[in-house]
């Protein structure tokens, strides 16, 4: 395995109140990504309106469904519409789709089945949602190499449409999360190379 860039972003998004998730191949997921934004283009000027939640992770769905011999790569679809609300979609290798409450996935979800059992619950709050995802991810980070080193969230905003302000986005670093069990202190990392002015070859 071969990670090419820990800090990559991969969250995307598809149309102004809908994301998705990626994991597995980056080339893989960032095609589907591209080919539906472009199909709920044309839908959106055909019938005059946003695509819901729903059409959008059917949509992906049916081109990883399509392809499931040739694509690595699973999605989470996640957003908001004013039919349905809030809603959010799981999209394994395959391309079968499941409506959940909350969905996982990529290398290090297999981690975070248990934790997620214990700490979730119905009704939290966005502060609450927002702890519990930057948790399970450095728990991820911990215990999987291809899991990243930075922690990213977007939060769809139903109340703030008026305003075109759609979501809400935050970037925690590595070097802020908390550390696990017998997780070592960074030392040179990546991120004290790029915030230095005449960074010094990483030599231990």
Wanted: glycine share 10%; charged share 20%; with cysteine.
């Amino acid at each position: 395995m071969y990670v090419a860039n820990r800090a990559s972003d991969k969250i995307t998004q598809l149309t102004d109140n809908v994301y998705v998730c990626r994991s597995g191949s980056a080339a893989d997921s960032q095609i589907i990504s591209d080919y539906v934004r472009y199909f709920l283009h044309q839908r959106t000027i055909q019938l005059g309106q946003p695509a819901t939640v729903k059409v959008v992770a059917n949509l992906a769905r049916l081109l990883s469904y399509n392809k499931k011999d040739r694509l690595q790569t699973g999605m989470i679809v996640g957003g908001w519409d004013k039919y349905e609300g809030g809603k959010i979609y799981g999209i394994p290798l395959g391309g079968t789709i499941l409506e959940q409450p909350f969905a996982i996935g990529g290398s290090g979800s297999t981690y975070l089945y248990g934790f997620f059992d214990q700490a979730w619950k119905e009704g939290m709050t966005q502060e609450e949602a927002e702890k519990l995802v930057v948790t399970a991810v450095s728990l991820a980070i911990a215990r999987d190499g291809a899991s990243g080193g930075v922690v990213r969230t977007v939060t769809p905003l139903a109340e703030m449409q008026d305003q075109h302000r759609w979501s809400y986005k935050e970037v925690y670093p590595g070097d802020t999360l908390q550390l696990w069990h017998e997780e070592l202190e960074p030392v040179n990392s990546l991120l004290d190379v790029v915030s230095a002015s005449s960074p010094d070859p990483m030599i231990s």
